[in-house]
């Protein structure tokens, strides 16, 4: 890694993409950014990516590239696990500010996904589930309700248990735990339901994107066992479809107002 980055445009390149933190760049705009041919930035970012230092994200017809924060983590621990030879009091702060940089959650390359429903016990939960399956890592997926039920329905566990999903930490949680100064930020906000039974959702940042994706509440569905099933099918495979979109938007090419519409439009294509 320390080879990788011996050279001038490189290290520019590192310093550009780490202030881009989560969102990374287009390969054309890091060219133009650091003013060297695309021909040569290519070689360079090849070199980078095969170290481990940067990693790449194909977004249509773009590529996008970010710091791979994994990797400089264990080069940051290289270089000071050996730190002022036994006297850690000398640069500790130095070393744990390395560490903290090296994994904020604010740098991470990936988004965090509300889903929300009234009793947090099917749609949301099934939502959750799925996207954290098929993010990729790029995507951390959560799940509440405005009124949480006491556990989720049966049968949405065991149609995911069915699909291959693990479904232990799957549980109904009030919404709550997701507002305030200590809940995890929030990149998109997503209501699965009509209306929150009147409610007005509470304050999940100022940079929260919501969308709103209606479907069929399995809790108001009184049909046989069969049909039941169907749904639940039915219902899974349209979580699926919208979700396999919306992993895939060019999110470093739109701004919030696109994306916000681009969530719409998912909704509206999609139909369960």
Request: proline fraction near 6%; charged fraction near 20%; aromatic fraction near 6%.
């Amino acid at each position: 890694m320390l080879s990788a980055l011996a050279q001038e445009t490189r290290l520019e390149l590192l310093r550009l993409l780490f202030a881009q933190g989560a969102a990374g760049m287009p390969a054309g705009d890091i060219a133009s950014a650091l003013g060297v041919p695309p021909s040569t930035l290519s070689f360079h970012l090849a070199a980078m990516e095969r170290e481990g230092l940067l990693q790449a994200t194909r977004h249509g017809r773009r590529m996008i590239y970010a710091v791979r924060l994994i990797g400089m983590r264990d080069l940051l621990g290289f270089l000071t696990e050996t730190c002022c030879a036994g006297q850690p009091g000398r640069c500790g702060d130095i070393a744990d500010l390395l560490s903290a940089a090296a994994e904020d959650p604010h740098m991470t390359p990936a988004f965090n996904v509300l889903f929300l429903c009234t009793a947090n016990s099917a749609r949301s939960i099934m939502a959750e589930a799925i996207l954290n399956a098929i993010g990729g890592g790029r995507f951390h997926a959560y799940s509440a309700g405005s009124d949480p039920a006491a556990q989720p329905r049966a049968e949405v566990l065991a149609k995911l248990a069915a699909m291959g999903h693990a479904t232990q930490g799957l549980h109904s949680k009030s919404w709550d735990v997701f507002t305030g100064p200590a809940a995890p930020r929030m990149d998109f906000v997503i209501a699965l339901c009509d209306t929150l039974d009147g409610q007005v959702c509470p304050d999940f940042g100022a940079k929260a994107i919501t969308g709103a994706w209606p479907l069929p509440d399995p809790q108001k569905f009184t049909g046989s066992s069969a049909e039941r099933a169907t749904l639940m099918n039915e219902l899974y495979a349209s979580l699926h479809r919208r979700l396999a979109i919306f992993i895939n938007l060019p999110f470093a090419t739109l701004d919030r107002m696109a994306v916000h519409k681009r969530l719409d439009e998912i909704a509206g294509t999609v139909r369960a």
